[in-house]
């Protein structure tokens, strides 16, 4: 199992980028969040089989239709949620 902590920049927010992620997690059965930074970023944490992680990691490049992502930030953490939530801005 393995668990990432992920900061995505570029043009991230207005575009539906939490709702697409909400999905493609869900899809890949990795459990997590996601949320609006006030600095225009998206946060999330994905956790769940290394493959599917890494398959969200890989996907968060692309994001929406509208996205253009300029840097995915990525750290190891613990957190284990029990499913995947949209949390709000912070």
């Avoid at 199992?1 to 980028?17: D, E, N």
């Avoid at 609006?36 to 969200?56: H, I, K, L, P, T």
Wanted: proline content about 3%.
């Amino acid at each position: 199992m393995r668990g990432a902590h992920v900061v995505i920049t570029g043009r991230v927010q207005g575009v539906g980028f939490r709702y697409w992620v909400e999905a493609e997690a869900v899809l890949r059965g990795v459990t997590g969040w996601v949320r609006n930074r006030r600095d225009g970023s998206v946060e999330a944490v994905f956790f769940g089989e290394d493959d599917a992680v890494g398959a969200m990691l890989k996907a968060c490049w692309d994001g929406p239709d509208m996205a253009r992502v300029t840097a995915v930030v990525v750290s190891d953490t613990d957190d284990a949620p029990p499913d995947f939530q949209i949390r709000g801005t912070v």
